[in-house]
Structure formats: C-alpha cells, structure tokens
C-alpha cells in the first residue's frame, strides 16, 4: 500500500482498530510514550477518516468508528458548552 493516501487511510485505520482493541484490554489510563502510537490525529486526518463513501457507507467501520463517531460528539459538546461559558463570560463583562 505504500505512501499513497489510500494506503496512509488503511494504516491508520489498522493502527486505530489496534488502539480500539487495547482500550478494551486495558483498564489502565493514557498510553505511556512508550505506547503512544508514532503519528497524530490531525485535522487533515480527522477530515479523511470521517469522509463517506459515494455508497453512503462510512470509510471506518466497527469500533474504529465508534470511536471517532464519540470523540466527534464529544468535540461539539465541549465546543457548546466553551462557546456557552463565553457567552456568560461576556455579559458578566459588560
């Protein structure tokens, strides 16, 4: 599969069904730097994992989109509720 983006995506989503796999094995908190996997869930990832098939279909499946599907409900909670605390903040401020 090499360095093309298709090939990229389907390391990822190995290394991600691994992590998936080891979060469930493991009771324990964050992975130690000697665990931590090699690369970073950057925007430009985040953007191609959670891209959709022309058939409709997910390019993840299984818990590898469980996960993303929570951290991305997780993001617009915390979005909201930042973009709620500001909106206090500023009529406390004047």
């Given at each position: ?69 929570e951290a991305?409900?997780?993001?617009v909670k ?17």
């Amino acid at each position: 599969m090499g360095t093309t983006p298709l090939g990229l995506l389907h390391a990822k989503t190995t290394e991600i069904q691994y992590l998936a796999h080891q979060l469930k094995q493991s009771t324990k908190p964050a992975a130690d730097a000697s665990t931590r996997p090699e690369w970073k869930l950057d925007d430009l990832l985040w953007q191609q994992l959670m891209k959709v098939q022309p058939s409709g279909q997910p390019i993840l499946s299984g818990s590898a989109a469980a996960i993303l599907d929570e951290a991305k409900v997780n993001a617009v909670k915390r979005r909201s509720s930042a973009e709620a605390d500001a909106g206090r903040l500023q009529k406390t401020t004047g």
